[in-house]
């Protein structure tokens, strides 16, 4: 799917042409992203082109007006959501126009070879990410696709500096590191008013919080959830919960975090029954589908000691927040407003 052949009647082709950004993931099923040039503001724009496929058409027109409603109350873009410049139809095509960001936080881990960034700018991003969460819930937004990939830097620069954990004498390794930390908040093809219909699946698996898993409804706090998973993974590399089968992911929680409460796995709904024992605790390691999900449960750490192994300062307090954003009962989790106000936000940083 391109534009091409708009030639010069469409305003946003830089000489007849649109060019795919590479910077912002292909968006796959639903479309592309093509970075493009708006000859009458003469700056360069990210265009979010939807299939002609009429769900998506239907998304995408949702979407646009969740935009709308995010840049109504913020007129200058700091509440860090992507600012909407325009839309238009071509062709049956939903075209979204926004302002053009750099990668994605995903992105940057995967050409840095996964090297986590360090603590320090894992505090400006979580603390922009929970400015940007808290602005949504303020307008009963819940986001519900919270990712690595819906995170963008606002900048492409980076600088390289020396590795001091992968170097040794005589080898130097060297890593990128965001010359800028600013982002924000991309895809908001998902977001549900809270007075709206909710259905029953939502968030990318591993980022999907444990009550959407067991059929208990969701609002705001699975928004925080997800934000706790992303902190662990920008601080590690790695996701947090790498799986793609609804018992193994429960069971790495529990690994990870500690029991499940009893009082949410007796209020769980009939289509999660399969996962539990008498209705009072997982089917786990019996109901495992084979010998390797055993193994990928039991090679997870505790939290405490994963975050360990790979921050080397302010990890105590980071612990302690995350402990509080990955809290089972949804009702006990931290609010956006309340996770600002976490010691983690009050040390100081050292920076790279």
Not at 220 to 238: K, Q, R
């Amino acid at each position: 799917m391109n534009l091409s052949s708009c030639g010069s009647v469409c305003r946003w082709c830089l000489y007849g042409v649109c060019r795919t950004w590479l910077n912002w993931s292909p968006a796959g099923t639903f479309g592309r992203v093509l970075e493009c040039w708006d000859r009458e503001a003469q700056e360069y724009v990210a265009i979010k082109v939807i299939r002609n496929v009429q769900k998506y058409r239907d998304a995408a027109m949702i979407e646009i007006d969740v935009l709308r409603a995010l840049a109504k109350h913020d007129k200058t873009g700091s509440r860090r959501c992507v600012q909407l410049k325009d839309w238009f139809d071509f062709r049956n095509h939903v075209c979204i126009v926004c302002e053009r960001l750099g990668p994605s936080l995903y992105d940057f881990l995967r050409k840095n070879n996964y090297r986590p960034f360090s603590v320090d700018l894992v505090r400006e991003f979580s603390r922009q990410l929970l400015e940007s969460v808290a602005y949504m819930h303020e307008l009963t937004l819940i986001h519900t696709d919270l990712k690595p990939e819906n995170i963008l830097l606002v900048s492409t620069e980076y600088i390289k500096v020396l590795d001091y954990k992968k170097s040794s004498q005589g080898t130097k390794h060297f890593k990128r590191v965001p010359k800028f930390s600013d982002i924000k908040l991309i895809d908001f093809g998902s977001a549900t008013f809270d007075s709206h219909y909710h259905c029953s699946v939502v968030s990318t698996r591993h980022y999907r919080a444990p009550e959407v898993i067991l059929g208990l409804g969701w609002t705001y706090p699975c928004d925080l959830w997800s934000v706790g998973c992303i902190l662990v993974e920008l601080c590690s590399g790695d996701a947090l919960f790498q799986t793609h089968e609804n018992l193994e992911h429960l069971a790495m929680m529990e690994r990870v975090l500690g029991p499940i409460p009893q009082s949410m796995i007796k209020r769980a709904d009939r289509r999660a029954e399969k996962y539990l024992t008498h209705g009072r605790e997982l089917n786990w390691p019996e109901g495992a589908v084979s010998w390797e999900s055993i193994r990928a449960v039991r090679r997870l750490p505790r939290l405490r000691n994963l975050i360990m192994q790979h921050v080397d300062h302010s990890a105590g307090t980071l612990i302690d927040l995350l402990h509080g954003l990955l809290k089972f009962e949804p009702a006990e989790r931290l609010t956006a407003k309340e996770a600002l106000k976490h010691p983690f936000f009050r040390e100081p940083s050292r920076r790279l």
